[in-house]
């Protein structure tokens, strides 16, 4: 049986409580002779910053970067708001994706069948939907030099943040997405603004480039980001990988993520260059925040996070049947009508955290 090290890093918030379901599922496994997995807890976030005075500690980054995965909650909450900036919880997952290299970001946006009617949007527009968002995680705007806050003098202030690219942070961005459409619907389609920012024209250069050169088998299109958030909410099936910089991609991720009908729904995964013998640093992460309005009350969905390890397997682990079982076992679930609170729709009642968790590990057991 193969073993795989991971840590986990469940971080504040409802991280703690969806990270527990993430176990229950890796024990399932070994259990099930499917895989074992040798795990390492520790402290990133608001809960890093209690104990140690920054957002992660250096024996946690050494974890990290020795693991075959991190498996990532959430950071984050009111309770920080007045710490200090580069050591605010966020300050340890930014760390994390730069060290680890972590470049390529992927979140799909698929809507369970059962949950078509939980979007905001009507049933045909979003019934079967499956939508791979490609944004570039380590560069931009939030990476770009200078960032600061300038005194101006007579009251004035001016706050710097700057948007910077070079050609191979776009090429390899590009790549994952071309390689990941060839295994999908063979569309990608690119996202910038080139109209008013020349990171955005750069952008367009590179992709362009690149598919010519490397790629001509996949249909490309381009389509500025405004528009890309308008076409979103109105005919988002027409899509099947976006690929785009780390602002837009923030942005147009979170967009999807309310077309499947809720946060707690979407995972993602976080990828660093492959090395010679195939193997990347990588992250998995639920799309949803720390919630610190519902931590410790149970409500929250731990789907995503489930969903989050499921990438892992398939990605880091190259373990694709045991990633299906996972979305099998999530879909199933969610066809018998158990609902967590924030897709509750017309069901007459919720179920917990913990049950939803058993929920969906009962039913790995009658799919194996």
Known sequence: MATFKLLLLAGDGIGPEVMTE?????????????????TENGLVGGAAYDAHGK???????????????????????????????????????LRLRKDLGLFANLRPAICYPALADASSLKREIVEGLDIMIVRELTGGVYFGEPKEIIDLGNGQKRGIDTQVY???????????????????????????KRNVMKSGVLWHEVTNALHKR?????????????????QLVRWPKQFDVIVTDNLFGDMLSDVASMLTGSLGMLPSASLGEADKNGKRKAMYEPVHGSAPDIAGKGLANPIAMIASFGMALRYSFNMGEAADMIDKACANVLATGLRTADIKGDAAATVSTVQMG?????????IK
């Open 22 to 38: 993430v176990v229950k599922v890796a024990d399932w496994m070994a259990g099930a002779g499917i895989a074992l997995f040798e």
């Open 55 to 93: 957002a992660i500690s250096e024996s946690d980054m050494k974890l990290a970067m020795e693991c075959d995965a991190v498996i990532f909650g959430a950071v984050g909450g009111p309770k920080w708001d007045a710490v200090p900036y580069d050591v605010r919880p966020e300050a340890g997952l």
């Open 166 to 192: 070079d050609t191979y942070e776009i090429e390899r961005i590009g790549r994952v997405a071309f390689e990941l459409a060839r295994k999908r619907n063979n569309k990608v389609t690119s996202s910038e």
């Open 214 to 230: 490397e790629y001509p088998d996949v249909q490309l299109d381009h389509m500025l980001a405004d528009a890309l958030g308008m």
């Open 358 to 366: 058993d929920a969906i590990v009962a039913e790995l057991q009658k």
